[in-house]
């Protein structure tokens, strides 16, 4: 599938031979976009054999792995001239130009060469697949192996090398999944992760399922970066230090994330499923702009930010002809199917950007878009996948269907100004197609569906519920289609904003779940993340809230407990929702202490 260029020239004058190929990084996201692939033949032609020595590079940012199948993974890293997050030899004001083959800048000539390995123990003798290639400043020196011959939920473990020597990169670890077909002997449990905003506070979050080692592998719904300007309170500035619009601006922020130290060690112990939401190219992104960018400069900012992310993160591009395409699915076992998708970045229709509770800003407008049956949050491309992988996966008979969805996905009314839903952003100013999937979950009959989402900065768990089309019982759950966890933010603000405590988080929680049927628990106060433990016969999900991100720890308080029983989509009532006892927020028919 990938060509391997044996390069005549650099091989000669050194002992070292690899391949560009090899590097995926050279042919993520797409092997044919006019500016978004990097042109191979170009990069080996200008190698003049010129390599970087040992000595003059480093592992600058630890390792990574993602996308684990049952017998492959991406294995991530970078190999860099300097410790910087990008080569210092680049243009100095940040206006690197996204490569054009005869136009674009060619910061450095050199090349580094890497090896990795990938082993079943430690340390490292028991080598299942090893390979080396080169990397560049072309694709920010970062390097993305595809390690095959792997067997089906295994443990393995890797380290990346520079070539024939012994300066090693961090350890890692990483799991394959379970084969499509294989009966999962034990529960697999997830930490899944939103907005982690670097400047507001540490990534504590990241950091304490490594020190439990409390799962298998972590997934991220999106805001992964912010391209904000910094503005810390705690000396956490990342660079540069102003809003990004570059690739070098993308390049560098997603360096200085990756400096994160239980960043970094989440990474390395886990194997990762991302995908992106707004903020990894910029506030409120739809298809055609964001909050403050549009037309020529949103088109340059999204290429640059879409580019830096597939060089950063340890992803796949499973479609290479659809340089934006993210969506994409995991089979783990006959426990579950995973489907990641992109109600953001692919093919969304015009969304709020700026005003709120339908005031202000383009609000108005908005609202009288939001019940045409033209109008997708994510295409109908990826409308039409989506619905047949929930077919297939009903059909096959995997036990459950977990969706990784960027939005909060439930109706959230606040019955102030009317009764209308008030964050237009999320799937609530998509109405037609939250219908269609609801449609497609009765008419399929599919069961045991879940739903998992991250953006908004506070948790909601609710019963799955198609509101005005299918009756509820809020005390019951009767009628619901299945059950949706939403989680806080890795560290990004509260809405109720960052000064806490604020004594109108409860009320407020309290508020909402009255005003809400299906909205079973809510909290405004924690930041945290969660982590779900999924059985053939059961799912649970546990709520943890990080009391301070100002300072690095590994506190955690245990907020709240859901089950899930197989064929009941809804939340387990034992004796009511949660077991009847939250630490935080507020909860139906249950109590906070
Ligand atoms: C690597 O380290 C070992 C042990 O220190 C040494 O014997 C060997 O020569 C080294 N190999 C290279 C390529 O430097
Ligand atoms: C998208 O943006 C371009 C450039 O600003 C504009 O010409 C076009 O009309 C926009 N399309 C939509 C659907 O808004
Ligand atoms: C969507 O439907 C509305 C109302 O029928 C129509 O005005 C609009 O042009 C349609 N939009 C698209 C993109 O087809
Ligand atoms: C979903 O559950 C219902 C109720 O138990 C059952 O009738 C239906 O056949 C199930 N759907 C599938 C696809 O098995």
């Known amino acids: 599938m990938f060509y391997h260029l044996a390069l005549g020239a650099l091989a000669a004058a050194s002992a070292v031979e690899a391949s560009f190929a090899r590097n995926l990084a050279y042919s993520s996201p797409s092997r044919r976009h006019p500016t978004l692939a990097v042109p191979l033949a170009h990069v080996s032609k200008r190698q003049t054999g010129d ?218 112990k886990f194997a990762w499923i991302p ?108 409308e039409a996948w989506l619905y047949d992988q929930l077919t297939q996966s009903s059909e096959r008979g995997a036990a459950w269907r977990l969706v990784g969805n960027q939005i909060v996905f439930s109706r959230m009314a606040l019955g102030i100004l009317n009764d209308r839903p008030f964050n237009r952003d999320q799937w609530d100013g998509y109405l037609a197609n939250r219908d269609r999937v609801y449609r497609h979950l009765a008419t399929h009959q599919i069961n045991n569906t879940v739903m998992l989402s991250g953006d908004s900065h506070a948790s909601w768990v609710s019963d799955l519920v198609w509101n005005d089309k299918a009756p509820y019982d809020e005390d019951t759950g009767a009628g619901a289609f299945g059950v949706e966890f939403a989680g806080s933010a890795v560290s990004s603000s509260s809405p109720l904003g960052k000064d806490m405590p604020n004594p109108l988080t409860k009320p407020l929680s309290q508020y909402l779940i009255k005003k809400n049927p299906e909205l079973q628990w809510q909290d405004l106060f924690y930041r945290g993340y969660f982590e779900l433990s999924i059985g053939y016969d059961a799912l649970q999900a546990r709520f943890f809230g990080i009391p301070d991100v100002r300072v690095r720890s590994d506190d955690e308080i245990l907020l709240a407990t859901f089950v899930v029983n197989s064929g009941e989509n809804k939340l387990a009532r034992n004796p009511t929702v949660g077991g009847g006892v939250a630490r935080a927020g507020a909860l139906k028919n249950g109590k906070v202490r």
């Open 275 to 382: 995908v992106w939401d707004d903020h990894e190219v910029a506030d409120n992104a739809w298809k055609n702009g964001t909050v403050n960018s549009n037309g020529d400069v949103f088109r340059k900012r999204k290429q640059a930010a879409v580019r830096a992310y597939f060089e950063w993160m340890p992803i796949r591009q499973v479609d290479m002809d659809d340089s934006l395409r993210i969506w994409r699915s995991f089979s783990l076992g006959t426990l579950f199917d995973l489907m990641m998708v992109d109600t953001r970045q692919y093919d969304r229709d015009l969304t709020v950007l700026g005003g709120a509770l339908g005031v202000g800003g383009n609000s108005p407008e908005v609202e009288k878009l939001v019940d045409l049956e033209n109008r997708t949050v994510m295409g109908f491309r990826q």
């Open 51 to 268: 390599l970087f020595t040992p000595a003059e590079v480093d592992f600058t940012h630890g390792v990574a792995s993602g996308d684990p199948y049952a017998d492959s993974v991406i294995l991530w890293t970078r190999l860099a001239p300097t410790a910087d997050s990008v080569a210092s030899d680049l243009v100095p004001d940040g206006v690197v130009p996204i490569y054009e083959d005869n136009g674009g800048a060619e910061p450095s000539s050199k090349a580094a060469c890497v090896e990795f390995k990938i082993a079943t123990d430690l340390p490292l003798s028991n080598v299942v697949d090893k390979g080396r290639a080169y990397t560049t400043s072309d694709v920010d020196y970062t390097v993305k192996f595809e390690a095959n011959h792997l067997e089906p939920f295994t443990t393995y473990y890797y380290q990346f090398n520079v070539c024939d020597t012994n300066k090693t990169s961090p350890l890692g670890r990483t799991k394959t999944i379970p084969s499509k077909t294989q009966k999962v002997d034990r529960n697999i449990n997830l930490a899944v992760y939103s907005c982690s905003n670097y400047p507001n506070g540490y990534f504590n979050a990241y950091g304490n399922p490594v020190r439990k080692d409390s799962v298998d592998y972590v997934l991220h719904l999106g805001d992964y970066i912010y391209e904000y300007k910094g503005d810390s309170k705690i000396g956490r500035t990342p660079l540069p230090d102003r809003e990004i619009y570059s690739l070098y601006d993308y390049r560098a922020r997603h360096g200085t994330y990756k400096t994160d130290a239980d960043l970094q060690a989440s990474h390395a």
